[in-house]
């Protein structure tokens, strides 16, 4: 039986919807293995364990970085890294878990940060400060490792056009996708919704045309295993580079694969 389904047949929630966002938020585990898709196959006699604060890492964030940590075999150890749009912080979390050496923590908002990573050495906080314009001076004239964006309410082109100051050859950039922020229709933008894979399309291959506008490749691509918190959008997790492309993405596959995970 699908975990949701599973959930509320047991008893620990009154509705799918509840069980469904409990999974998505990362609360859920069976047999003590932390499971977040709703869809997962449950048997009677299986162990859940519900709790808010199961998720390893500060937000949502974290769960979504840690798919793209195993998906691409990302190596965070000893790396310098950007987290752009860093909010509570669960990327950059994330990153610090995985073995980086130093995050900084960038957001045009002002205390987001979660608390503990404010106290944590490894990170620099920097507040109110708004990527577009950011100088290599706000950022220490330093070149990064990894650079993470999670942004909202822009369109990553917006993004694109100022890393090149704050990366080098090999720097690797992990992008959260929102495909209602990267659809050139203002309908789409002020309805918020994304359903038709079509649209799924279009949104992916604007970003990939944008970033290459800005010599950036698309290297890598999967779904995000949580929709989006308020509208329940499917989101996309994208790796890009300097680099040349060694072989291109399908992008209609991958998200064939979001629409097959979230919709079973």
Known sequence: MRLDLFLVKQGFFKSRQKAQAA??????RVNNKLVIKVSFNCEEGDIIDINPNINPYVSRGGLKLEKAWQYFKLNFKDKLV???GASTGGFTDCALKKGARQ???????TDQLDINLLKDKRVKSLENLNFRYATKKDLDELKFDFVLI????????????????FAHKETLIIALVKPQFELYDEAYRQRGVIRKKSDHLNALSNVVLEAKNFSLNLQGLTFSPIQGEKKGNIEFLALFSYKEVEK???LRAIIEEAHKHFNN
């Open 150 to 165: 999670d942004v909202s309410f822009i369109s990553l082109k917006y993004i694109f056009e100022n890393l090149q100051n």
């Open 103 to 109: 995050v900084y923590a960038l957001d045009a908002g």
């Open 23 to 28: 999974i998505n938020d990362g609360y859920v």
């Open 248 to 250: 291109s993405i399908d």
């Open 82 to 84: 950007l987290d752009i």
